[in-house]
C-alpha cells in the first residue's frame, strides 16, 4: 500500500508509492520462477519505467493582440461584479491617486471603470440568454474602442529603402 496525497488540481486522491514498492519495481526478474502472465506484465512495466525517447521541435507560438494575453479567454469572466469593484477600489484609493498625481499632475478618472460596475450588476438582473448578448456586445464595444485608441505603431513609419544618410555613411565607409 501506499500513502495518499490530496493534488491541488483534482479532488480525488493520488497513490504515491513506497520506496519499498518502487524497488521491488525496479528489480530484475527472475525468469525461471515466473509465470508467462507475470513475465508479460513484468515486461509491460519495465517498458513504462524506461525514458521515452523524446524530440523536442518548438512549435511557434499564436500571435495574440496586446489585450488577448491580458484577459481570459471566457468573455464572461471579465465581467464579474466583484472583480469591478476590486478594479474601482484600486483605482479610486488614496496611494494610486498620489501616484498618479506625482507622475501625471491629475487624480486619476475612475469613470470607466464606474461605469463597467454599473453594466456588470446590470447584468445580474437580466436573464442568461440576454445577459449573455449584451456581454458580447460590451465586449465587442471595449475591442472596437481600444483599436482605436492611439499606440506605438501610431508613432512609426514603415520605410520602403534605407534612408539616404544611412546609404552615404555606407559608401564613405
Not at 519495481?25 to 525461471?32: D, E, I, V
Not at 519505467?49 to 479567454?73: C, G, H, I, R, T
Not at 465587442?140 to 539616404?164: C, F, G
Request: with cysteine.
Amino acid at each position: 500500500m501506499g500513502w495518499f496525497s490530496k493534488s491541488s488540481t483534482s479532488s480525488t486522491p493520488v497513490e504515491h508509492p513506497k520506496q519499498e514498492d518502487t524497488a521491488a519495481a525496479q528489480a530484475p526478474p527472475a525468469a525461471a520462477t515466473t509465470s508467462p502472465t507475470v513475465a508479460a506484465t513484468e515486461e509491460l512495466v519495465a517498458v513504462e519505467n524506461a525514458a521515452p525517447a523524446v524530440s523536442v521541435v518548438a512549435a511557434p507560438l499564436p500571435v495574440m493582440e496586446f489585450d488577448e494575453y491580458k484577459q481570459p479567454e471566457d468573455i464572461y469572466a471579465r465581467f464579474q461584479v466583484s472583480d469591478a469593484m476590486n478594479e474601482l477600489a484600486a483605482c479610486s484609493s488614496l496611494g494610486s491617486n498620489i501616484r498618479n498625481y506625482y507622475r501625471y499632475g491629475t487624480f486619476k478618472d475612475c469613470a470607466a471603470r464606474y461605469d463597467h460596475l454599473k453594466f456588470c450588476l446590470s447584468i445580474k438582473t437580466k436573464s442568461s440568454q440576454v445577459s449573455q448578448v449584451m456581454i458580447q456586445k460590451r465586449d465587442a464595444d471595449l475591442r472596437a474602442h481600444k483599436k482605436r485608441q492611439p499606440n506605438s505603431e501610431d508613432v512609426w513609419t514603415a520605410r520602403s529603402h534605407p534612408p539616404e544618410e544611412l546609404l552615404d555613411l555606407a559608401r564613405q565607409g
